[in-house]
Nanobody, 122 residues
Framework: QVQLVESGGGLVQPGGSLRLSCAAS????????VGWFRQAPGKEREGVSF????????YYIESVKGRFTISRDSAKNAVYLKMNSLKPEDTAVYYC???????????????WGKGTLVTVST
C-alpha cells in the first residue's frame, strides 16, 4: 500500500520558517518527480514546487521563489520543503505528491499525501 505522509506543519509568525517533510512507504520516491501543492481556505489547490526524478532540477512558482527550497533524501525515501520568510498568504494545507512527469499539476499526480496545515499568523 502506497502512503505519502506529510509532517512539519503548524502555526508560525510572519517571517518565520518551517520545514515540511514527506515520507513515503510502498513507493520509491526516486522513481518519481515529487511535488508540493497547497490549498488555501476558499481557494483551489495550486502546485507550488517540484523536484525532478532524473536530474534534481527544481521549480517554484513565482510567489515562493527565493523563500522555499525543495530537496530529497533518497536514503530516507523522503522529500522536504523548507519555507522561510513565511507570509500570511502562505497559509494553506500543503500536500506532497508523486508525479509521473516534471509538472506540478494535478493531472500528473499518481499518489497524494493527506496534507499538513501551515498557518502563518500573529
Amino acid at each position: 500500500q502506497v502512503q505519502l505522509v506529510e509532517s512539519g506543519g503548524g502555526l508560525v509568525q510572519p517571517g518565520g520558517s518551517l520545514r515540511l517533510s514527506c515520507a513515503a512507504s510502498g513507493v520509491t520516491l526516486d522513481h518519481y518527480a515529487v511535488g508540493w501543492f497547497r490549498q488555501a481556505p476558499g481557494k483551489e489547490r495550486e502546485g507550488v514546487s517540484f523536484i525532478s526524478r532524473s536530474d534534481g532540477r527544481t521549480y517554484y512558482i513565482e510567489s515562493v521563489k527565493g523563500r522555499f527550497t525543495i530537496s530529497r533524501d533518497s536514503a530516507k525515501n523522503a522529500v522536504y520543503l523548507k519555507m522561510n520568510s513565511l507570509k500570511p498568504e502562505d497559509t494553506a494545507v500543503y500536500y506532497c505528491a508523486a508525479l509521473r512527469a516534471d509538472r506540478v499539476e494535478e493531472h500528473w499526480v499518481d499518489y497524494w499525501g493527506k496534507g499538513t496545515l501551515v498557518t502563518v499568523s500573529t
